[in-house]
């Protein structure tokens, strides 16, 4: 059973507009939300993330909305650019000492920012 | 400064073979993890380690698998009796503190024939 769930399995956007990547959960006890990046044979690289005590983070041209009541989260590139094409893997911890511990993933969804 | 480095980057094996593979965090970190990811599939945990200590090997599938990092840094992720399901590439993370973000080497790609 996914606890996580990238349904959209790609998107392509045109280079300058918005992203947005959207992500659901199923287990109330995530409490840490997620976005990763991740290119061909490279390993997953750090994006962005989110407390639950917050419902948006923002980090330049990347933000991310939580919806606790939802159990809903997003996130949006603006503007996009061509380098942005990558696989995106949203992931959820429930910590248990204050931290992120394991992380649960979704399946990915391929970003393609077309010039 | 040096990330995540893990070693091989590819390995081909015979079924029912052992494997090792190796995991070298970024300096100074103490938690480290092992992900196994299989095709059109997210990173799935397999186990975590505090220090020198597996705080946490609930995602480990089997008793096939063994996990050991026995100075705190370096970790050796082994395989007995490797089968064709085993196939995947396994992710190694590492993080300053619990609460910090985890950092991805670049993956062995383990093929079992």
Known sequence: DQQVKQNSPS?????????????????????????????PAEGPTFLISISSIKDKNEDG???VFLNKSAKHLSLHIVPSQPGDSAVYFCAASASTQGGSEKLVFGKGMKLTVNP | GAGVSQTPSNKVTEKGKYVELRCDPISGHTALYWYRQSLGQGPEFLIYF????????????????????????????????????????????????????????????LTVT
């Open chain 1, 11 to 39: 998107l392509s956007v045109q280079e300058g507009r918005i992203s947005i990547l959207n992500c659901d959960y199923t287990n109330s006890m995530f409490d840490y939300f997620l976005w990763y990046k991740k290119y």
């Open chain 1, 61 to 63: 041209r990347f933000t």
């Open chain 2, 50 to 109: 505090q220090g020198t200590g597996a705080a946490d090997d609930s995602g480990l599938p089997n008793d096939r698998f063994f996990a050991v990092r026995p100075e705190g840094s370096v970790s050796t992720l082994k395989i007995q009796r490797t089968e064709r399901g085993d196939s995947a590439v396994y992710l190694c993370a590492s993080s300053l503190t619990l609460a910090g973000e985890q950092y991805f080497g670049p993956g062995t790609r």
